[in-house]
């Protein structure tokens, strides 16, 4: 047939009408739909698809146990390309157009700055692993909607403090991102250290996406440092670690661990990676719920649970807030099910390390503990959690883990 | 003073970078009379053909020529299939096609290598000592490079026919036009050269830093305020304030600090268009 302008017309208003058709009658109460906003593309993509598919993973296990509060999950994935901008776009979109009830897993804290605002005028919950400090407050945490399951920033700084005095530096100076999760770092490390009555002996503070960095590594230099303290991310870490093994630099570092990871060594090789102190923070190693999610982690990504510690504090958000949902009873909104949060995850109680079992164990009336596989998840009063840091060694290229700092 | 010699080296090879991709935006503009915004990603482009050179072959000259290769290419793609079509429209047209190419080229390139970042796995030496100053062997490779490209440049615009033709265009299109000068000739020429200019920006770029799909983009303001700065149009300014705004901004380090170093390239473009709006090396025209 001849494609012309009637023909045209008529499609596109079936298309329109189809598009606009009820989407299938609602037999039950309406699923809880959960927007998975990760950084599939960007600096967080070594993490990202995993975190996805970990959301995916609990997602199908709380279905599996009958889901939760009456209602089964649904899930709307999309991308953050760890950029504020396209973060922004993305939560929109699965807030106006999916209509989600809380949105898990942003991880870049410049993202979740952007999207929390979003998520308070929309009246849902946010849960993300980002590190900013400014997270926790008023005016991004105003009505308490959001958690973070990674440590601040500041707790990241503190490790690093205790780390420089247990490997006995004495002058160590500082190099930050210019964004709030790489001043958090430097900042909270220089408090932490000025509190053991020490001095940082240079600060500098730089910008993203320069074509060298030499300028301020000679600012860093003068001061001649025995350690940096950085508060960076892999690409600019790259650049700078590049220049100032080609400067001759004799200096040691504390990077943190989404930074000095794998795809760092890959870059620069052996050599100019010897001996940086690469700081995460450690899953929950030794629960029966880290043993669970390590599981589900192999199958969908054919890699240890260990090998991404947000996946698992993805995965544990959909549980958490499944056995939230849970506590909360059927028909239950934000504002009631963010109240039992804290109630299913604190301490008091029995502590579970699966859906079902809380779930069982709610049903009979007991008050319950998650113990996560990402931490213990005992939240604060500004919905943090306090992991425990694992310190990691590169020893001819690889990431060897000599302890763990707990704060 | 070895300390201000560092940053000054520090800052001429920044300059470099920026005079190049200055170079690419100035010759467009001077010829097909449009801002290209679209030459940070030819940047890229060129940096990841280079990649893929220098790892099929292990030769980093190799890899040069087949990064400007392939930002000559996409250069000349971009005036073939979409700046020849808008070429009667106002340049404001001109201006978002060439966004909107800059766009698909950054998300082609997403694509096909992926959002992480990419390294050029070069030996790391040491750096040389002259006088107290560390001097990178590498920096003198790359400043001896792109002073090349840019004898080439200046040799093909002043020394053969086709260089004269593009310069006739530049001054008075009617005139040329009138003179029996062809313009698609001239333009095939002018796209594929600064195609090929921006794609060795980005090759710079990408060696001394990492290659990654929004590395282009990101520098594309510095070029653009050097090209203003220059004189829109003149090649030699652009280069030279290319490298001006380089060496400015390292060499005010220690005063403004590194937060607001990148403001001075804008700072220097709103004082010369406030106090001599055509640039340093800029013609004046006459409008009617």
Same mark, same amino acid.
């Given at each position: ?7 045209? $017309?008529?499609?596109?208003?079936? =298309? ?11 037999? %039950? ?7 998975? /906003?990760? *950084? ?12 996805? =598919? ?18 089964? $999950? ?9 950029? *504020?901008?396209?973060?922004? /776009? ?13 949105? $898990? ?11 929390? *605002? ?39 700084? #503190? ?64 001061? #001649? ?8 991310? /892999? ?28 795809? /760092? ?37 054919? %890699? *240890? ?30 504002? %009631? ?64 883990? #000599? ?5 | ?35 290209? @915004? ?23 000259? !190799? ?5 400007? @290769?392939?930002?000559?290419? &996409? ?16 340049? &404001? ?39 107290? &100053? ?8 790359? @400043?001896?490079?792109? @002073? ?29 036009? !009138? ?31 990492? &290659? ?77």
């Amino acid at each position: 047939m001849t494609i012309d302008r009637r023909t045209i $017309l008529q499609a596109g208003a079936s =298309a329109l009408a189809l598009g606009l058709a009820p989407q299938g009658a609602l037999a %039950q109460a309406e699923a809880f739909r959960i927007g998975a /906003l990760n *950084p599939v593309t960007g600096a967080g993509s070594p993490y990202g698809s995993g975190m996805a =598919a970990m959301i995916l993973a609990a997602v199908e296990e709380v279905n599996a146990a009958g889901g939760a509060g009456g209602r089964q $999950l649904q899930v709307f994935a999309d991308d953050t390309q760890t950029n *504020p901008q396209s973060a922004v /776009l993305a939560a929109k979109k699965l807030i106006e157009v999916n209509k989600v009830n809380a949105i $898990l897993g942003t991880w870049s804290s410049g993202v979740s700055l952007a999207v929390i *605002p979003l998520v308070n005028d929309a009246n849902i919950l946010l849960m993300h692993t980002s590190g900013a400090p400014a997270l926790s407050v008023p005016p991004a945490n105003a009505k308490g909607y959001g958690y973070r399951f990674q440590a601040t920033n500041d707790r990241f700084g #503190r490790a690093f403090a205790e780390i420089a005095v247990k490997e006995g530096y004495k002058r160590p100076a500082t190099m930050a991102f210019n964004n709030a999760s790489g001043i958090g770092n430097t900042q909270g490390f220089k408090k932490a250290w000025e509190a053991k009555g020490n001095q940082v002996v240079a600060e500098v503070v730089y910008e993203p996406n320069q074509p060298s960095y030499r300028a301020e590594l000679q600012r860093v230099m003068a001061a #001649r440092p025995d350690v940096i303290v950085m508060g960076s991310f /892999l690409p600019d870490t790259t650049i700078i670690l590049r220049e100032a093994f080609q400067t001759g630099a004799n200096v040691k570092w504390i990077i943190p661990g989404w930074a000095a990871n794998p795809q /760092l060594v890959s870059a620069l090789g052996n050599e100019p990676t010897e001996g940086i102190i690469s700081v995460d923070s450690v899953s929950n190693e030794q629960a029966a719920s880290f043993a669970r999610y390590d599981e589900a982690y192999r199958r969908k990504m054919s %890699q *240890p649970g260990a090998s991404n510690v947000y996946a698992a504090m993805t995965y544990d958000m959909v549980i958490a807030l499944a056995l939230a949902i849970e506590a909360a009873g059927p028909g239950a909104g934000t504002a %009631q099910i963010n109240a039992k949060i804290r109630e299913v995850s604190n301490p008091g109680g029995e502590k579970v390390f699966t859906f079902a079992d809380g779930k069982a164990a709610l049903k009979a009336g007991r008050k319950i503990n998650y113990e996560g596989a990402s931490s213990v998840l005992d939240f604060d009063e500004f919905g943090d959690v306090t992991p425990d840091f694992g310190v990691f060694f590169i020893t001819k290229g690889k990431l060897d883990r #000599r302890y763990v700092v707990k704060i | 003073m070895a300390f201000w010699i560092e940053l000054l080296i520090s800052g001429v090879v920044a300059g470099l970078i920026i005079g190049l991709s200055a170079l690419s935006i100035t010759l467009v503009f001077g010829i097909a009379r449009f801002p290209n @915004a679209a030459t940070g990603d030819t940047m890229t482009v060129g940096a990841y053909g280079a990649l893929l050179g220098h790892r099929a072959t292990n030769s980093l000259l !190799v890899g040069g020529l087949t990064g400007a @290769a392939a930002g000559a290419l &996409v250069g000349f793609l971009g005036y073939w299939f979409i700046f020849r079509k808008l070429a009667q429209r106002s340049n &404001v047209a001109l201006l978002v096609a060439s966004i909107g190419l800059a766009f698909v080229l950054r998300a082609i390139l997403g694509v096909s290598f992926g959002h992480s970042q990419q390294v050029f796995q070069l030996p790391l030496v040491r750096p040389w000592r002259i006088g107290g &100053v560390p001097v990178h062997p590498n920096d003198l490779v790359l @400043a001896a490079a792109c @002073a090349m490209i840019l004898a080439i440049v200046f040799a093909i615009l002043h020394l053969t026919p086709v260089g004269r033709r593009m310069r006739a265009v530049a001054d008075d299109p009617a005139l040329a036009r !009138v003179s029996g000068i062809s313009p698609s000739g001239v333009m095939t020429v002018l796209w594929l050269l600064a195609g090929a200019v921006s794609a060795s920006a980005g090759i710079v770029a990408g060696i001394k830093t990492v &290659v990654s799909p929004e590395m282009g983009w990101d520098l594309l303001l510095p070029a653009f305020a050097a090209a203003i700065v220059g004189g829109i149009g003149s090649p030699v300014g652009a280069v030279a304030a290319g490298l001006l705004i380089g060496v400015v901004q390292e060499l005010a380090t220690p005063f403004v600090g590194f937060t607001y170093k990148i403001a001075l390239s804008f700072l220097m473009m709103l004082v010369v268009l406030l106090v001599r709006p055509r640039g340093l090396f800029g013609k004046l025209e006459g409008a009617r």
